[in-house]
Protein backbone atom coordinates (compact mmCIF):
# COMPACT_ATOMS: atom_id res chain seq x y z
CA UNK A 1 0.00 0.00 0.00
CA UNK A 2 0.85 3.73 -0.44
CA UNK A 3 0.19 6.46 1.37
CA UNK A 4 -1.46 9.59 0.24
CA UNK A 5 1.41 11.68 1.06
CA UNK A 6 3.78 9.44 -0.94
CA UNK A 7 1.14 9.98 -4.05
CA UNK A 8 0.65 13.75 -3.73
CA UNK A 9 4.86 13.35 -4.32
CA UNK A 10 3.52 13.05 -7.46
CA UNK A 11 3.10 15.76 -10.20
CA UNK A 12 0.48 15.07 -12.13
CA UNK A 13 -1.08 17.67 -15.04
CA UNK A 14 -3.39 17.90 -18.42
CA UNK A 15 -1.38 18.65 -21.35
CA UNK A 16 -2.63 19.09 -24.98
CA UNK A 17 -0.01 17.62 -27.78
CA UNK A 18 0.45 20.11 -30.17
CA UNK A 19 2.66 18.01 -31.99
CA UNK A 20 3.73 14.15 -33.09
CA UNK A 21 6.85 13.59 -35.12
CA UNK A 22 8.56 9.89 -35.64
CA UNK A 23 12.06 9.18 -33.88
CA UNK A 24 14.77 8.12 -36.58
CA UNK A 25 16.19 4.07 -35.95
CA UNK A 26 13.03 3.73 -33.29
CA UNK A 27 10.09 1.91 -34.49
CA UNK A 28 7.85 2.77 -31.77
CA UNK A 29 8.51 5.87 -30.29
CA UNK A 30 7.02 9.27 -30.89
CA UNK A 31 8.50 12.44 -30.25
CA UNK A 32 5.99 14.53 -28.70
CA UNK A 33 5.78 18.47 -27.89
CA UNK A 34 3.13 19.24 -25.38
CA UNK A 35 1.08 22.26 -23.98
CA UNK A 36 1.56 21.95 -20.32
CA UNK A 37 0.04 25.45 -19.73
CA UNK A 38 2.82 27.69 -18.25
CA UNK A 39 4.70 25.67 -20.48
CA UNK A 40 6.09 23.30 -23.52
CA UNK A 41 7.66 19.71 -23.07
CA UNK A 42 9.27 17.19 -25.12
CA UNK A 43 7.93 13.84 -24.30
CA UNK A 44 8.93 10.52 -25.91
CA UNK A 45 6.23 8.07 -25.75
CA UNK A 46 6.35 4.11 -27.67
CA UNK A 47 2.70 4.43 -29.09
CA UNK A 48 3.69 4.14 -33.02
CA UNK A 49 2.42 0.94 -32.66
CA UNK A 50 -1.40 1.66 -31.12
CA UNK A 51 -2.18 5.47 -32.44
CA UNK A 52 -1.71 7.53 -35.35
CA UNK A 53 0.09 11.26 -35.26
CA UNK A 54 -3.63 12.82 -36.65
CA UNK A 55 -5.44 10.99 -33.64
CA UNK A 56 -2.93 12.46 -30.85
CA UNK A 57 -2.20 16.11 -32.31
CA UNK A 58 -4.74 18.10 -30.39
CA UNK A 59 -5.42 15.50 -27.80
CA UNK A 60 -5.36 16.20 -24.07
CA UNK A 61 -3.28 13.70 -22.16
CA UNK A 62 -1.94 12.95 -18.67
CA UNK A 63 1.82 13.38 -17.85
CA UNK A 64 3.35 12.38 -14.67
CA UNK A 65 5.75 16.30 -15.06
CA UNK A 66 8.34 15.51 -11.71
CA UNK A 67 9.52 11.88 -13.14
CA UNK A 68 13.22 11.76 -13.68
CA UNK A 69 14.19 12.93 -17.36
CA UNK A 70 15.39 9.88 -19.59
CA UNK A 71 17.28 10.01 -22.55
CA UNK A 72 15.74 7.58 -25.52
CA UNK A 73 17.19 7.44 -29.38
CA UNK A 74 18.76 10.99 -28.40
CA UNK A 75 15.62 12.64 -27.41
CA UNK A 76 14.67 13.59 -23.91
CA UNK A 77 11.60 13.05 -22.11
CA UNK A 78 10.61 15.69 -19.75
CA UNK A 79 7.76 13.61 -18.45
CA UNK A 80 5.81 10.30 -19.18
CA UNK A 81 2.09 10.25 -20.08
CA UNK A 82 -0.17 7.79 -19.14
CA UNK A 83 -2.00 5.38 -21.13
CA UNK A 84 -3.63 1.86 -19.82
CA UNK A 85 -3.14 -1.13 -21.65
CA UNK A 86 -4.99 -3.93 -22.24
CA UNK A 87 -3.17 -7.13 -23.73
CA UNK A 88 -2.25 -5.77 -27.47
CA UNK A 89 -4.56 -2.57 -26.57
CA UNK A 90 -3.52 0.66 -25.39
CA UNK A 91 -5.51 3.67 -24.68
CA UNK A 92 -4.35 6.91 -23.71
CA UNK A 93 -5.66 8.95 -20.58
CA UNK A 94 -7.77 11.91 -20.74
CA UNK A 95 -10.16 14.11 -19.21
CA UNK A 96 -13.75 13.87 -20.26
CA UNK A 97 -14.38 17.54 -19.70
CA UNK A 98 -12.74 20.81 -21.50
CA UNK A 99 -10.01 21.88 -18.79
CA UNK A 100 -6.90 23.66 -19.61
CA UNK A 101 -3.62 22.87 -20.61
CA UNK A 102 -1.47 22.13 -17.25
CA UNK A 103 -4.31 21.55 -14.75
CA UNK A 104 -3.84 19.91 -11.48
CA UNK A 105 -4.94 16.06 -11.21
CA UNK A 106 -5.84 14.32 -8.31
CA UNK B 1 11.75 15.11 -8.88
CA UNK B 2 10.06 11.48 -8.03
CA UNK B 3 11.78 8.07 -9.56
CA UNK B 4 10.34 5.92 -11.52
CA UNK B 5 10.48 2.63 -9.71
CA UNK B 6 8.66 5.18 -6.81
CA UNK B 7 5.97 5.91 -9.38
CA UNK B 8 5.63 2.34 -10.31
CA UNK B 9 4.88 1.46 -6.55
CA UNK B 10 1.46 3.13 -7.64
CA UNK B 11 -1.25 0.77 -9.08
CA UNK B 12 -3.16 3.22 -11.41
CA UNK B 13 -6.13 0.89 -13.40
CA UNK B 14 -9.77 1.20 -15.01
CA UNK B 15 -12.32 1.21 -13.49
CA UNK B 16 -16.21 1.19 -14.33
CA UNK B 17 -18.66 2.90 -12.21
CA UNK B 18 -21.63 0.55 -11.15
CA UNK B 19 -23.67 2.64 -9.11
CA UNK B 20 -23.83 5.88 -7.63
CA UNK B 21 -25.25 6.95 -4.25
CA UNK B 22 -25.61 9.98 -2.23
CA UNK B 23 -23.60 10.08 1.42
CA UNK B 24 -26.58 11.32 4.02
CA UNK B 25 -25.69 14.35 5.83
CA UNK B 26 -22.53 14.90 3.40
CA UNK B 27 -23.11 17.65 0.79
CA UNK B 28 -20.44 16.67 -1.48
CA UNK B 29 -19.71 13.20 -1.30
CA UNK B 30 -21.12 10.46 -3.67
CA UNK B 31 -20.64 6.44 -3.03
CA UNK B 32 -19.45 5.21 -5.85
CA UNK B 33 -19.28 0.91 -6.56
CA UNK B 34 -16.93 0.56 -9.07
CA UNK B 35 -15.89 -2.54 -11.67
CA UNK B 36 -11.93 -3.14 -11.22
CA UNK B 37 -12.10 -6.33 -12.76
CA UNK B 38 -11.35 -9.07 -10.75
CA UNK B 39 -13.25 -7.48 -7.86
CA UNK B 40 -16.18 -4.74 -7.00
CA UNK B 41 -14.80 -1.74 -5.21
CA UNK B 42 -16.62 1.35 -3.06
CA UNK B 43 -15.08 4.61 -3.58
CA UNK B 44 -16.30 7.92 -1.85
CA UNK B 45 -15.77 10.89 -4.02
CA UNK B 46 -16.40 14.71 -3.48
CA UNK B 47 -17.79 15.39 -6.98
CA UNK B 48 -21.68 16.07 -6.30
CA UNK B 49 -21.14 19.76 -6.81
CA UNK B 50 -19.86 18.59 -10.41
CA UNK B 51 -21.27 15.82 -11.69
CA UNK B 52 -25.04 14.26 -11.68
CA UNK B 53 -24.96 10.35 -11.08
CA UNK B 54 -26.29 9.49 -14.10
CA UNK B 55 -23.27 11.24 -15.91
CA UNK B 56 -20.92 8.85 -14.41
CA UNK B 57 -22.99 6.08 -14.16
CA UNK B 58 -21.28 3.39 -16.92
CA UNK B 59 -18.22 5.86 -16.92
CA UNK B 60 -14.92 4.30 -17.04
CA UNK B 61 -12.97 6.29 -14.62
CA UNK B 62 -8.89 6.14 -13.63
CA UNK B 63 -8.52 4.67 -9.85
CA UNK B 64 -5.44 4.49 -7.34
CA UNK B 65 -6.03 1.22 -6.14
CA UNK B 66 -3.27 0.59 -3.38
CA UNK B 67 -3.83 3.97 -1.05
CA UNK B 68 -4.55 3.73 2.47
CA UNK B 69 -8.10 3.38 2.90
CA UNK B 70 -10.22 6.22 4.63
CA UNK B 71 -13.11 6.53 6.11
CA UNK B 72 -15.60 9.32 5.68
CA UNK B 73 -19.16 9.62 6.87
CA UNK B 74 -18.60 6.18 8.25
CA UNK B 75 -17.95 4.86 4.32
CA UNK B 76 -14.79 3.37 4.06
CA UNK B 77 -12.83 4.18 0.09
CA UNK B 78 -11.02 1.68 -1.07
CA UNK B 79 -9.00 3.62 -3.53
CA UNK B 80 -9.36 6.95 -4.91
CA UNK B 81 -10.46 8.03 -8.50
CA UNK B 82 -8.35 10.88 -10.21
CA UNK B 83 -10.18 14.04 -11.80
CA UNK B 84 -8.48 17.37 -13.03
CA UNK B 85 -9.23 20.26 -11.70
CA UNK B 86 -9.40 23.80 -13.30
CA UNK B 87 -11.26 26.58 -10.67
CA UNK B 88 -14.45 25.40 -10.08
CA UNK B 89 -14.40 22.61 -13.25
CA UNK B 90 -13.51 19.30 -12.60
CA UNK B 91 -13.40 16.64 -15.05
CA UNK B 92 -12.94 12.98 -14.20
CA UNK B 93 -10.08 10.96 -15.99
CA UNK B 94 -11.28 8.23 -18.42
CA UNK B 95 -9.75 6.32 -21.58
CA UNK B 96 -9.90 7.39 -25.26
CA UNK B 97 -10.59 3.69 -25.99
CA UNK B 98 -12.67 1.08 -24.94
CA UNK B 99 -10.26 -1.28 -22.52
CA UNK B 100 -11.63 -3.04 -19.98
CA UNK B 101 -11.91 -2.57 -15.84
CA UNK B 102 -8.90 -3.81 -14.31
CA UNK B 103 -6.76 -2.82 -17.15
CA UNK B 104 -3.46 -1.75 -15.88
CA UNK B 105 -1.73 2.26 -16.34
CA UNK B 106 1.66 2.74 -16.49
Known sequence: MVSFKEFQGLDLRVGKVLSVENIPNADKLYKLS???GEKKITLVAGLRPYYKPEEMKGKK????TNLDHVT???VTSEGMLLAA???NKVSLLTVDKDVKPGSKIS
Not at 61 to 64: Q, Y
Open 34 to 36: VDM
Open 85 to 87: QEG
Open 72 to 74: LKG
Open 61 to 64: IIVV
